[in-house]
């Protein structure tokens, strides 16, 4: 089966300006979850969708948003970049079952300049 | 925030050694993930380990939950360079909704 696609894998974005990455979970996965990973930093858990709604949100700004589709796929947006938002973008598919794994896409690696 | 603690943060052996990564946590977890990340690539998932006292076999690799559901180990019997990588554990909350607590990583270099 198709794992899970993240895109684009790169970008560059300027600070002041905004940003949409995607993400299309594996087939019948309903829960799209969405992380930032940074070398100080780690992953953090930025937003969860499931079946369209949010279900759980991390501690990040406002600047930083997400919605899902009917078909599962997502969408998170980062508006007003700023320098520290420069990091790999990493989506997650799963059933939304508890206690259930992830798969992971490849992410996207975003640079600030 | 439930926070998890991985030991040590580096590791470096050679090839046929054993190893043991730690995951610890004051939190109770609902269950307990491993992943092994590649360099640019997103985290793959090893096993979920979901039962207080859980012992998991991976071929080589065994993962153990603590009995009171806060903490984890892997460890990688007579390890290979194909085990080389950033190990991760995720903790599921006992209410949190499709969020992963993460641990910093331990990250594993086996030479030859």
């Known amino acids: 089966k198709a794992g899970v696609t993240q895109t684009p894998r790169y970008l560059i974005k300027t600070r002041g300006q905004q940003v949409t990455l995607s993400c299309s979970p594996i087939s019948g996965h309903r829960s799209v979850s969405w992380y930032q990973q940074t070398p100080g930093q780690g992953l953090q858990f930025l937003f969860e969708?499931?079946?369209?709604?949010?279900?759980n949100k991390g501690n990040f700004p406002g600047r930083f948003s997400g919605r899902q589709f009917s078909n599962s796929r997502s969408e998170m947006n980062v508006s007003t970049l700023e320098l520290g938002d420069s990091a790999l973008y990493l989506c997650a598919s799963s059933t939304g079952l508890a206690n259930y794994g992830y798969t992971f896409g490849s992410g996207t690696r975003l640079t600030v300049v | 925030t439930q926070l998890l603690e991985q030991s040590p943060q580096f590791l470096s052996i050679q090839e046929g050694e054993n190893l043991t990564v730690y995951c610890n946590s004051s939190?109770?977890?609902?269950?307990l993930q491993w992943y092994r990340q590649e360099p640019g690539e997103g985290p793959v998932l090893l096993v979920t380990?979901?039962?207080?006292?859980e012992v998991k076999k991976l071929k080589r690799l065994t993962f153990q939950f603590g009995d009171a559901r806060k903490d984890s180990s892997l460890h990688i019997t007579a390890a290979q360079p194909g085990d080389t990588g950033l190990y991760l554990c995720?903790?599921?909350?006992?209410?949190?909704?499709?969020?992963?607590?993460f641990g910093a990583g331990t990250q594993v270099v086996v030479t030859p």
């Open positions: 939190s109770v977890f609902s269950s």
């Open positions: 380990v979901v039962t207080g006292g």
């Open positions: 969708y499931f079946s369209e709604t949010q279900r």
């Open positions: 995720a903790g599921v909350g006992t209410d949190s909704w499709g969020k992963l607590q």
